[in-house]
């Protein structure tokens, strides 16, 4: 089995850090969301970063770690 670091980001404006988590949970767990970008890194070959759009697969891409999108 492979490791890979999954990661989910969104700007989010907030009072606190409490509540900008709290909105980025309740999108993440809305099942109407496209907010479904994740940054897929292979642990052994972190040199790639693997963008993947559940919602929108036609848009994934592979690019070098770092790279801007």
Avoid: C
């Avoid at 606190?16 to 309740?26: I, M, S, T």
């Avoid at 592979?62 to 790279?67: I, K, M, N, R, Y």
């Amino acid at each position: 089995m492979t490791s890979y670091k999954v990661t989910w980001v969104i700007d989010m404006d907030a009072e606190n850090p409490r509540e900008a988590a709290r909105e980025a949970l309740a999108i993440q767990r809305d099942h109407d969301s496209i907010a479904t970008h994740f940054v897929v890194v292979n642990r052994a070959d972190a040199h790639l970063e693997h963008h993947v759009y559940l919602s929108f697969p036609d848009m994934d891409e592979t690019l070098l770690a770092g790279q801007p999108i």
